[in-house]
């Protein structure tokens, strides 16, 4: 985030959160105090919070009766307060699920079985579709967006430095060589990316095209140490070559894009992610491909990253028709994405998906037309991070740091990075 550190940020999120349950509760009041109020939790920034808080306003009014009072913070405290909430037995009636914490929550069985609620529709959706959301053979979450892993370039930059992106088909080695040249030889002394060795979805898409997983069905790690150790040392012969910006230039891991976006041509991520980071460079434009495919990838590598909201196990029966609208609404009507954008990836619902892609424009549809490669592509079936693994991103963030400053071998943090996000499974059995 630009301009506003986290201690600042989190005070304007309570702030709004406060502000906008109160004017949610103000319009139920309106219209008298026999109606359902439902509480939903959402995590993001202060745009996202804003969105989210008019497109609840603007359901309720479509729906005489239903009120939300809205639940708000960012990422790590959303997590946080959901494991107070869970302990006090006090969780909203509607939530976003952290992906770590998915299988969690799922073994923790506070989610409320969806195909249970009529007023969830799932009419638009094949069954091969609604096979894919299920956690253990029961429909208890549902997706409400879809993003996938992809290479980000500038183009305004491209165009100024003269340099010819490898083709469609370049795999990994083709792509570190042209970052590497690029770095050597351009006339803003750009680097090719940002450090970014714990880019988690790049890093399943590298395992799933050597045949791996990120996790198995039965909830362990579904990767060996070679692979690990092999996407270290990619990263690794980039930086020892210059292509990719120090830890110092970017202020540690998890760079900022707010700081590093003039400094490099590329950089990994999630294609949502182009809808938000490019607002911060409104005079040049950006472009979206596919991650690089090994010479030798498995059939069926390519995935879809589900973000999941659920309805809460002990929520009272009598607001069960109206979560269930709501869930409805956030998946399968046009006008929700419209108010709230594709800031949490592209609609799931396939027939607003080709609406929505139909009159795309811009990062949009960069976005989507992301998206749509994988969703058209033969999918294996992908697995959730089973209980145990919340850390294992943070785990990865520190290996990959230690390597990048000499401390560690590439051997060796592959190692310890496996070691330590089994142990953490072992413990959570």
Known sequence: MSGLDRRGFLKLAAAGALGAGLTACGAGDS?????????YAWWGNNVRQQNYTKALKEFAAKNPGIQVEPEFADYT???????????????ADIFWVASAQVMTYHKSNIYRRLDEVPSVDLADYSKEELESFKLGGQLNTMPFGIFVPVFRYNETFAEEDGVKLPPADADW??????????????????????YEADADMVF?????????????????????ADSVRAWFDWWDKMQ??????????????GPDWALVGK???????????IIDDAKMFPDYSFKLRSVPAAKDAQAGHPFLYYPRMAIYQGIDDDKLEAAGKLISYNTNDPAMIKTV???MGAPVNPKVFEQTLA????????????????????????????????????????VAEEISLGRLSTADGAKRLLDEISAGIARAK
Do not use: C
């Open 31 to 39: 219209g008298g105090g026999d109606g359902t109020t439902l509480r």
């Open 77 to 91: 405290a959303f997590q946080e307060r959901m494991t107070t909430q869970m302990a006090a037995r006090d969780v």
């Open 173 to 194: 080695d083709a792509w570190s060589e042209f970052l590497i040249d690029y770095s050597k030889d351009n006339p803003k002394q750009r680097k090719g990316m940002p």
């Open 204 to 224: 399943e898409a590298w395992l799933r095209q050597r045949g791996e997983l990120l996790w198995s069905e039965d909830g362990n790690p579904g990767f060996t």
């Open 240 to 253: 020892k070559a210059g292509a990719v910006l120090t830890l110092s230039e970017q202020e540690g891991m």
């Open 263 to 273: 400094k490099v041509l590329a950089k990994v991520g999630n294609s949502n992610h």
């Open 341 to 343: 954008g594709l800031t």
């Open 359 to 398: 009159a795309a424009q811009g990062d949009d549809k960069e976005s989507l037309d992301a998206v749509q490669v994988s969703r058209k592509a033969e999918r294996r079936p992908r697995f959730e991070a089973p209980p145990g693994t919340s850390t294992w991103r943070t785990a990865m963030a520190r």
